[in-house]
């Protein structure tokens, strides 16, 4: 069965742009979650989604929003870029959701550089 | 919220097990451990979770003593392609990474 997929694969924004990432999770998986990843942070929970609405969210400013839609998929977006918010974005879905005993499956996540 | 403690590197050659042991002194009762294994440019991959005593895969074995305030992770017989970062992780209502082990194998 098909992994989960995130588009773009790359992008390159400047600084006060916004940009939208997507993500779609494996068939069947209906929670979905979005990571950061910076080699000075390292791995960072952004927020969860499950059945459309956010469950969980991280320490991360307003700037940063997600949204899913009826059929699981998701969206990232990132208003008003700054330089530090260049990273590797994760996106990962599962079956049920962020419980000790399910896991989770990540996709290849999207490059953002913000020059 | 639990955090994890592992070290941030190691070395191996070609055909040595590896253990790579994480500690989690505050985890919870209900809390998962779970390793994830992460390539450059990847996402991070699951490769074994537990909750107490032992568990195997075809991958890895997970050790856990009772107190439950740490596990190793055990790498049998590891290849040049076990090289990656590896992240223990200790599940509550959210997926906290650590900073993970960068293991490094050589031939």
């Known amino acids: 069965k098909a992994g989960v997929t995130q588009t773009p694969r790359y992008l390159i924004k400047t600084r006060g742009q916004q940009v939208t990432l997507s993500c779609s999770p494996i068939?069947?998986?209906?929670?979905v979650s979005w990571y950061q990843q910076t080699p000075g942070q390292g791995l960072q929970f952004l927020f969860e989604?499950?059945?459309?609405?956010?469950?969980n969210k991280g320490n991360f400013p307003g700037r940063f929003s997600g949204r899913q839609f009826s059929n699981s998929r998701s969206e990232m977006n990132v208003s008003t870029l700054e330089l530090g918010d260049s990273a590797l974005y994760l996106c990962?879905?599962?079956?049920?959701?962020?419980?000790?005993?399910?896991?989770?499956?990540f996709g290849p996540g999207t490059r953002l550089t913000v020059t | 919220l639990a955090k994890t403690t592992q070290p941030i590197s190691m070395d191996s050659y070609e055909g040595q097990e590896v253990n790579i042991t994480c500690s989690h002194n505050n985890i919870a009762t209900n809390d998962y451990i779970t390793w994830y294994q992460q390539f450059p440019s990847q996402g991070p991959r699951f490769i074994i979770q537990?909750?107490?005593t032992k568990v195997t895969n075809e991958v890895a074995s997970l050790f856990i003593p009772a107190d439950r305030k740490s596990s190793t992770l055990s790498l049998p017989r590891v290849s040049l392609s076990d090289t990656a970062v590896y992240y223990c992780?200790?599940?509550?209502?959210?997926?906290?990474f650590g900073t993970g082990t960068r293991l490094q194998v050589f031939p």
């Open positions: 068939s069947g998986h209906r929670s």
């Open positions: 990962a879905s599962s079956l049920v959701g962020t419980s000790g005993r399910y896991e989770q499956y």
């Open positions: 537990g909750y107490k």
């Open positions: 989604y499950f059945s459309e609405t956010q469950r």
């Open positions: 992780l200790v599940y509550t209502d959210k997926l906290i």
